[in-house]
């Protein structure tokens, strides 16, 4: 009989690139399968009772029941984990259920936390409706006002949240600033890397105690599977994954098999869209029917020194306003070809819409222009198709909208 030879731990230490493949697929598989199979199944049996004990009460590695815990969820949580160089991860039915678990884990009444007023509208919604219903005070900075931030944070403050680039202006937060004022006060630092992704940001070693991803947008990037994410210290993720196993918003096994497969493109993807938004950028700022282009890969772009010290890469997020009113919008963008009209991104199709259906549609007119969201504005996700295409098309639209005043140059 053949001596069984025993597989060489993948390393960490591998590129992104490698470690978007390899990273959380290490073990046995079932009946030897080389990708991970979904494990549908809602129980696990043991034939012995105190082996049954002990995997129940975590003494020992196993699954008891999905709510808790699920082999193809686990390898998706692991590969996250391993990108964002995390001590642990935990998964959830989507990036909403993530960002509102994790609040309200980090969060009593009485507590403060401190955040900016332009995050993704479904956060915002936490912060203006929900926690001050249970006795939270919120308190929501400028974004680029980083000393405001600082002396709000100062103030008296148990978490400070965090989303960079933002949703959907993108603009950017200094990281590595913000942490070191959360931290003087004692408060968790929670980043929202939605956007930037692990491949082009790394906010745990920016400082950041938690990292947040929406894993429904550029991890997965095919637009099939909803899930969500959070990454950091073992002892903070234990109190997150308890407080999400008893309220049950818990990753369903085939959304985490696609977001794993998903996610062995990513690096690729991710070099792609970085490439792409940067040409389209600077198409979009030197048109003169467009009023205002939001990209931080752009020299105009007010963060850009920041993002170029805290990123590797810009991300395939931009957004662009036209002149005019939201009637400017209706009629540019059915004119798109190449581009889903829909509530969604990161995917490998490119997607475009105003906040008013996508980022911001729970939000009214006058809250999203309290965030600084203007009504002509256009949040454009850039897909992998070829980056000629996409501005042709871009062209065509522009040229097709008539009615407009023109921007001189």
């Not at 409706?129 to 400028?142: D, K, M, Q, S």
């Not at 998903?262 to 070099?271: D, F, S």
């Not at 198409?283 to 029917?289: A, D, R, V």
């Not at 600084?372 to 065509?396: F, M, N």
Request: hydrophobic letters at 40%; one cysteine or more.
């Amino acid at each position: 009989m053949a001596k069984k030879v025993k597989q060489p731990r993948k390393k960490n230490s591998a590129g992104f690139g490698t470690r978007s493949v390899w990273a959380g697929e290490e073990g046995e598989r079932w009946q030897r399968a080389t990708q991970i199979p979904v494990a549908l199944s809602v129980s696990y049996a043991y034939g012995d009772i105190d082996e049954w004990i002990d995997a129940a009460l975590g003494k020992t590695p196993g699954h008891i029941y999905g709510r808790n815990t699920n082999p193809t969820v686990a390898a998706f949580e692991e590969k996250v984990r391993i990108l964002e160089d995390a001590e642990a991860a935990t998964s959830f039915a989507s990036g909403m259920a993530a960002i509102s678990n994790t609040l309200f884990t980090l969060l009593s009444p009485g507590d403060r936390v401190v955040s900016v007023k332009d995050t993704y509208g479904g956060t915002n919604k936490i912060f203006i409706e929900f926690l001050p219903r249970f006795g939270i005070e919120v308190a929501l900075c400028e974004s680029g006002e980083h000393k405001a931030i600082e002396a709000a944070i100062a103030k008296r403050c148990k978490v400070v949240y965090l989303e960079s680039p933002t949703n959907p202006t993108v603009k950017v937060l200094d990281l590595a600033r913000l942490a070191r004022a959360g931290h003087r006060c004692g408060a968790t630092v929670v980043v929202d890397n939605t956007f930037a992704t692990p491949i082009n940001q790394q906010p745990l070693k920016l400082g950041a105690d938690l990292v947040i991803h929406s894993a429904t947008k550029f991890l997965g990037g095919h637009a099939d599977a909803l899930g969500g994410v959070v990454c950091g210290p073992r002892d903070l993720v234990a109190k997150i994954y308890h407080f999400r196993e008893i309220t049950g918003a818990c990753l369903e096994p085939m959304s985490a098999y696609l977001l794993l497969r998903g996610m062995k493109t990513l690096h690729l993807r991710i070099a792609r869209q970085n490439e792409s938004a940067m040409r389209i950028a600077q198409f979009l700022e030197s048109h003169p029917m467009v009023e205002r282009v939001f990209y931080p890969g752009l020299q105009s772009h007010k963060h850009h020194a920041i993002a170029r010290r805290q990123m590797s890469g810009f991300g395939g997020m931009l957004s662009f306003a036209l002149p005019g009113n939201f009637d400017a919008v209706k009629s540019f963008l059915p004119r798109l070809c190449y581009a889903h009209l829909a509530a969604n991104l990161g995917a490998v199709e490119t997607v475009a819409g105003p906040p008013a259906t996508t980022s911001h549609v729970e939000s009214t007119k006058e809250e999203r222009a309290t965030a600084g969201i203007p009504e002509a504005l256009i949040r454009y996700s850039v897909g992998i198709e070829d980056a000629e295409d996409l501005i042709s098309d871009l062209k065509q639209a522009l040229e097709k909208v008539t009615g407009r005043k023109r921007r001189g140059r």
